[in-house]
T-cell receptor, first 115, second 112 residues
Framework: AQKVTQAQTEISVVEKEDVTLDCVYE???????LFWYKQPPSGELVFLIR??????QNEISGRYSWNFQKSTSSFNFTITASQVVDSAVYFC????????????FGTGTRLLVSP | DVKVTQSSRYLVKRTGEKVFLECVQD?????MFWYRQDPGLGLRLIYF???????EKGDIPEGYSVSREKKERFSLILESASTNQTSMYLC???????????FGPGTRLTVT
């Protein structure tokens, strides 16, 4: 069975704080992909990153960074120096190796950044 | 820019009505998806299509059907709307061998 767990339902921080969003996944596939999407108040999910299960290198993109650890089945997302515009719901997702590019989503973490 | 549009942002229907939700993408993507989003449940896949006239059930297809007569358009049909189908419905599309899905803005459906 494929499953993605985002245990943090909601996180509130003050601007400029660093924040980490947790994602734990379950899969029996040896090959899979992991994703993060952002859903701002407008409603449209925005793709942030995709990681291949063979690539455990951490990735940094500006204020965003991702920590992929196969040993703990985690794919955590850190925002450094958070800004009000980071306020959104963030979804972690898993793509099993089914060939149909289906995504299994977590329940999301709502991040509220206050000025 | 990839554009996925949905016919309505907000929709109110009565129990028992037949409801059509339309989704159009302009990037010639092969794959299209319908999800529903509910608080505490995240996004759940209802149906997807990998080609014209082809469809596959997702995780929660009961009470729904779909139609894909043209490549750019994917319709979600509620044959007889019920109150438990009140939800946010999201459409997405992707290229044939890509896992990157592009989402529309969603339709918030209320069934009374």
């Amino acid at each position: 069975a494929q499953k993605v767990t985002q245990a943090q339902t909601e996180i509130s921080v003050v601007e400029k704080e660093d924040v980490t969003l947790d994602c734990v996944y379950e899969t029996r596939d040896t090959t899979y992909y992991l994703f993060w999407y952002k859903q701002p108040p407008s409603g449209e999910l925005v793709f942030l990153i995709r990681r291949n299960s063979f690539d455990e290198q951490n990735e940094i993109s500006g204020r965003y960074s991702w920590n992929f650890q196969k040993s703990t089945s985690s794919f955590n997302f850190t925002i450094t120096a958070s800004q009000v515009v980071d306020s959104a719901v963030y979804f972690c997702a898993l793509a099993p190796n089914t060939g149909f590019q289906k995504l299994v989503f977590g329940t999301g973490t709502r991040l509220l950044v206050s000025p | 820019d990839v554009k996925v549009t949905q016919s309505s942002r907000y929709l109110v229907k009565r129990t028992g009505e037949k409801v059509f939700l339309e989704c159009v993408q302009d990037m010639d993507h092969e794959n299209m998806f319908w999800y529903r989003q509910d608080p505490g449940l995240g996004l759940r896949l209802i149906y997807f299509s990998y080609d014209v006239k082809m469809k596959e059930k997702g995780d929660i297809p009961e009470g729904y059907s779909v139609s894909r007569e043209k490549k750019e358009r994917f319709s979600l049909i509620l044959e007889s709307a019920s109150t438990n189908q009140t939800s946010m419905y999201l459409c997405a599309s992707s290229r044939q061998n890509s896992y990157e899905q592009y989402f529309g803005p969603g339709t918030r459906l209320t069934v009374t």
